[in-house]
């Protein structure tokens, strides 16, 4: 999805991109994301020795990290691109709290991407005894605290999930269904 939604702008000549909570680099090393510029950010410290080999390997390049929560990580600068994936999804982290923090670090004319799983869907995962670990959001509400911080929305889609089986089958029938999915992934961009 981040292919299809942002890819363009992730591979603008010079554009700068922010990528929170990065995870083992596979947005860095998938995407082939050589044209710009990537800070990325973890909270883990084991990811300091990976991306030093990654770099060093030729595998990611343009791309600059450090050890760093999404709750008290700081930066002067803005990017075209602000990358969260697989964040808000965590209890230990609120959409409302850190939304103007990264909003703030979009240009004008940049793109926030993010991931956020849907309320509505909450009371079928707990049901099957998978959500219990997990926050979730009024997505109207969501649509409407981007707009008033600034932001233009250019897509919401659902986020079907990436496995097979079962699982995947749950998912697609739910949405297929009955509308509904257990995350949507948010395009937005600034216009302030």
Not at 119 to 141: E, H, I, N, T, V
Request: charged residues 25%; glycine residues 8%; hydrophobic residues 45%.
């Amino acid at each position: 999805m981040i292919e299809r939604l942002i890819g363009p702008a992730l591979r603008t000549a010079g554009a700068d991109v922010l990528n929170v909570a990065c995870g083992p680099f596979a947005v860095e090393f998938y995407l082939n994301l050589a044209a710009c510029h990537v800070e990325s950010f973890d909270r883990e410290p084991r990811l300091e020795p990976l991306h030093r080999e990654l770099t060093g390997r030729g595998l990611i390049s343009s791309t600059s990290f450090e050890v760093a929560d999404a709750n008290t990580f700081k930066t002067s600068r803005q990017f075209d691109v602000v990358l969260i994936n697989d964040l808000f999804y965590s209890r230990h982290v609120d959409f409302h709290t850190l939304l103007p923090r990264y909003a703030a670090r979009v240009k004008p004319g940049g793109i926030l991407y993010f991931d956020i799983q849907d309320q509505r869907a909450g009371p079928l995962w707990r049901a099957f005894r998978k959500d219990g670990a997990f926050r979730r959001y009024d997505l109207a509400s969501v649509t409407r605290v981007l707009r008033e911080a600034g932001f233009e929305i250019d897509a919401i889609e659902p986020a079907l999930g990436i496995k097979g089986g079962l699982d995947g089958v749950l998912r697609r029938g739910m949405w297929r269904f009955g509308g509904l999915a257990n995350s949507f992934v948010f395009v937005a961009r600034k216009t302030l």
